[in-house]
């Protein structure tokens, strides 16, 4: 299977996405009180939401300019 950087680049960026969905939807189940969980676990929850879609968007916005980031060579 053959497929670009670029391709694997916007994929990966779907990936990250779809994963801050999931963890959004965590953190909100924690704050409904529905979960229970420590402070500092919402704390790493946050970290990580806003990691992954820093991610995304970095990702997103070079794969649509058609940058190849993730093999280093640009």
Do not use: T
């Not at 996405?17 to 402070?39: C, D, E, L, M, T």
């Not at 997103?60 to 093999?71: E, L, N, T």
């Amino acid at each position: 299977m053959n497929i670009s950087g670029v391709n694997a680049q916007a994929i990966a960026a779907i990936v990250f996405f779809v994963s801050a969905i999931a963890v959004s939807r965590v953190i909100v189940n924690i704050y409904s009180g529905r979960w229970k969980s420590h402070p500092a676990m919402l704390f790493y929850m946050r970290v990580l939401l806003g990691f992954l879609l820093a991610g995304a968007v970095v990702l997103g916005y070079y794969s649509f300019a058609g940058i190849d980031v993730m093999s280093g060579r640009w």
